[in-house]
T-cell receptor
Framework: AQSVSQHNHHVILSEAASLELGCNYSYGGTVNLFWYVQYPGQHLQLLLK??????LVKGIKGFEAEFIKSKFSFNLRKPSVQWSDTAEYFCAVNARTAGNKLTFGGGTRVLVKP | EAEVAQSPRYKITEKSQAVAFWCDPISGHATLYWYRQILGQGPELLVQFQDESVVDDSQLPKDRFSAERLKGVDSTLKIQPAELGDSAMYLCASSLVGQPDYEQYFGPGTRLTVT
């Protein structure tokens, strides 16, 4: 079975700082990779996804993530955060042989101070 | 924009009582998922439906949890009897089909507190 680990539980940073959230998964086969975001008071929504092709994927709101197959990693980045990026971020993995089942990491709470 | 609807949004119940949650997926979505999210953790899949059939319920505690989607549209998740450890957010999601390329859309969730 696959598992997902997110290294940081809480991150606090100031506006305009750069953000990088780590995500590592354990699964030997082919995977699809996702980052979901949950803003305060809102439901989970997809930020970006990687299925195949260019390992650097761009999502909404200026976020991007890089898939490094050799490191089993899919780290999320944003060069300059805004106060509105305050949210909880979840990395998720779908093993291609497991239908559409998502396995989520534990999440990282990001607080951006104005 | 179409959304997944869930009710109630909050539920407080005493242990040993029965509790039920309802989910209405986005119209036309054949696949429906129930997740449980314990505070401080990521969502964990409990059960997946394709139309009215259960595709995956390997993580569903079947001694106390049950789920149904009788007409292949809306769904109910039931817990009987509730235990203190069931306190969590219960999320419903839907996708057009149950294939990896199809995005899952999440509802607002039902926050359950068992006292």
């Amino acid at each position: 079975a696959q598992s997902v680990s997110q290294h940081n539980h809480h991150v606090i940073l100031s506006e305009a700082a750069s953000l990088e959230l780590g995500c590592n998964y354990s699964y030997g086969g082919t995977v699809n990779l996702f980052w979901y975001v949950q803003y305060p008071g809102q439901h989970l929504q997809l930020l970006l996804k990687y299925f195949s092709g260019d390992p650097l994927v761009k999502g909404i709101k200026g976020f991007e993530a890089e898939f490094i197959k050799s490191k089993f990693s899919f780290n999320l980045r944003k060069p300059s955060v805004q106060w509105s990026d305050t949210a909880e971020y979840f990395c998720a993995v779908n093993a291609r042989t497991a239908g559409n089942k998502l396995t989520f990491g534990g999440g990282t709470r990001v607080l951006v101070k104005p | 924009e179409a959304e997944v609807a869930q009710s109630p949004r909050y539920k407080i119940t005493e242990k040993s009582q029965a509790v039920a949650f309802w989910c209405d997926p986005i119209s036309g979505h054949a696949t429906l998922y129930w997740y449980r999210q314990i505070l401080g953790q990521g969502p964990e899949l409990l059960v997946q439906f394709q139309d009215e059939s259960v595709v995956d319920d390997s993580q569903l505690p079947k001694d106390r949890f049950s789920a149904e989607r009788l007409k292949g549209v809306d769904s109910t998740l039931k817990i009987q009897p509730a235990e203190l450890g069931d306190s969590a957010m219960y999320l419903c999601a839907s996708s057009l089909v149950g294939q990896p390329d199809y995005e899952q859309y999440f509802g607002p969730g039902t926050r359950l507190t068992v006292t």
